[in-house]
């Protein structure tokens, strides 16, 4: 069975950093990408960073210059490190990993959620 677990949200004043981790567990044989969503109250969910196989990144422009995701294959793990926080990057924010299994069929995985409050 296949887990992601998010751990690092919390509050933070304007301005500050949090970094979110998130580990995949399970029979997994390759990991051919992990993202970080998020979800504001009453909003869609929206991307906020991904990161493939080969290490390419994309953010969205919302987060840009801001925020940096990064994973380490050895632990399958994945992080999104949050600088310069804004009140309007308050949501729960979703680990999601898009895995191959030992059946080498590919699957979609989503974390329980981890809350970000900034206050200003």
């Known amino acids: 069975q296949v887990q992601l677990e998010e751990s690092g949200g919390g509050l933070v004043q304007a301005g500050g950093s949090l970094r979110l981790s998130c580990a995949a567990s399970g029979n997994i044989f390759n990991i051919n990408s992990m993202a970080w969503y998020r979800q504001a109250p009453g909003q869609q969910r929206e991307l906020v960073a991904g990161?493939?196989?080969?290490?390419?990144?994309n953010y969205a422009d919302s987060v840009k210059g801001r925020f940096t995701i990064s994973r380490d294959n050895a632990k399958n793990m994945v992080y999104l490190q949050m600088n310069s926080l804004k009140p309007e990057d308050t949501a729960v924010y979703y680990c999601n990993a898009d895995l191959q299994l030992y059946d080498r069929r590919t699957y979609r995985y989503w974390g329980q959620g981890t809350q970000v409050t900034v206050s200003s």
């Open positions: 990161i493939f196989g080969g290490g390419n990144a």
